[in-house]
Nanobody, 110 residues
Framework: VQLQASGGGSVQAGGSLRLSCAAS????????VGWFRQAPGKEREIVAG???????FYADSAKDRFTLSRNNAENTVYLQMNSLKPEDTAVYYC?????WGRGTLVTVSS
């Protein structure tokens, strides 16, 4: 099983990014998937998650700004991040069934 997270970059506050998590060897429509982030000097925290059924949940910090979606044909989960803030700066990871993808760095400047 391999997960590949991508889509990170540098944006100014208020900007948007869309992160992608592509999986090989595991089908997202049959598994839960989570997005986490880890900022420098801080512990890793959950950002959002999608259950195999398609239902979603968001951390308070992500509500009303971040949106999860899934493309079953491409076996990819997307995290659309809008109205980004400097405090969103972190390495973002996707995870499913204890398998972690390589993180993608998001940097938000003020």
């Amino acid at each position: 099983v391999q997960l590949q997270a991508s889509g990170g970059g540098s944006v100014q506050a208020g900007g948007s990014l869309r992160l992608s998590c592509a999986a090989s060897g595991r089908t997202f429509s049959r598994n839960n998937v989570g997005w986490f982030r880890q900022a420098p000097g801080k512990e890793r925290e959950i950002v959002a998650g999608m259950r195999w059924s398609g239902s979603t949940f968001y951390a308070d910090s992500a509500k009303d700004r971040f949106t999860l979606s899934r493309n079953n044909a491409e076996n990819t989960v997307y995290l659309q991040m809008n109205s980004l803030k400097p405090e969103d700066t972190a390495v973002y990871y996707c995870e499913t069934r204890d398998t972690w993808g390589r993180g993608t760095l998001v940097t938000v400047s003020s």
